[in-house]
Structure formats: C-alpha cells, structure tokens
C-alpha cells in the first residue's frame, strides 16, 4: 500500500474500528499525521506567536481516524482495540504499542476480520 492510498483508507474508515489494518496502512497515515502536524506548528508559530491554533484543530479533526486505525492494527496482530488505553501508561504504554503496532500481522483470517495481505500474496 503506498502512501495516497493508507492515507485515503483511514480517511474513508474515519470512525471504523472494525476489521484490520496492515502495517503500511498504519505507518504511512501515522507518517501523513507526523507530517501535517510539523508544517502546521511551522504555520502556527509564523501566523500565530507559536499558539498552536491550526496543528491544534488539525489534531482535533484527526484524533478520530488515527485511534480507529490504530485499533484496526492491533486487530491485525489479533489484539483487541483495548490495547490502546495502555498507550495512558506514560513510557512504558507507548514502547508496548509500539511493540505491538511494528508486529505482523496474523497470517490469514482472525476474529477481525481477514488478512489485508491476502489478496497481495495471491496476485504476486
């Protein structure tokens, strides 16, 4: 999955937690998210005397999106969405879902739903 089409999937599933997501769904929109959020702090600080108006509203809109793909990933390594909240843990939470978020994913279906990287693996 390129990097367009992470980005268009996570907007398309804006508040969807069901089913799965593959790791280059979910490092390519955290990327999109990484990114977005520099050039609008570089925007804040320039427009606004370093108030964090526009990188704010922008977090608030996509706060959504990048939980419900965040939960989708850990469906795909067959987590529940659960996992997230040890994310409130300060340190510790964030190093376990990173652990958790760089893992393959299950191989064929899980209780989520089926593999993302099934119909890839057949077409190569």
Not at 62 to 81: F, K, M, N, Y
């Amino acid at each position: 999955m390129d990097f367009q089409t992470a980005v268009r999937t996570c907007f398309q599933k804006y508040a969807t937690i069901s089913g799965r997501a593959r790791r280059s769904e979910y490092w390519w929109f955290f990327l999109f998210l990484m990114l977005v959020n520099l050039v609008l702090s570089l925007v804040d600080g320039v427009l606004f005397a370093d108030k964090q108006i526009l990188g704010g509203l922008f977090s608030l809109a996509t706060i959504i999106p990048a939980v419900c793909a965040g939960g989708r990933r850990l469906h795909d390594t067959g987590r529940s969405a659960w996992w997230l909240l040890i994310g409130l843990i300060p340190i510790v939470g964030t190093l376990v879902l990173l652990f958790f978020f760089v893992q393959k994913g299950t191989e064929g279906s899980n209780e989520y739903g089926p593999d993302p990287l099934a119909g890839e693996l057949q077409a190569a």
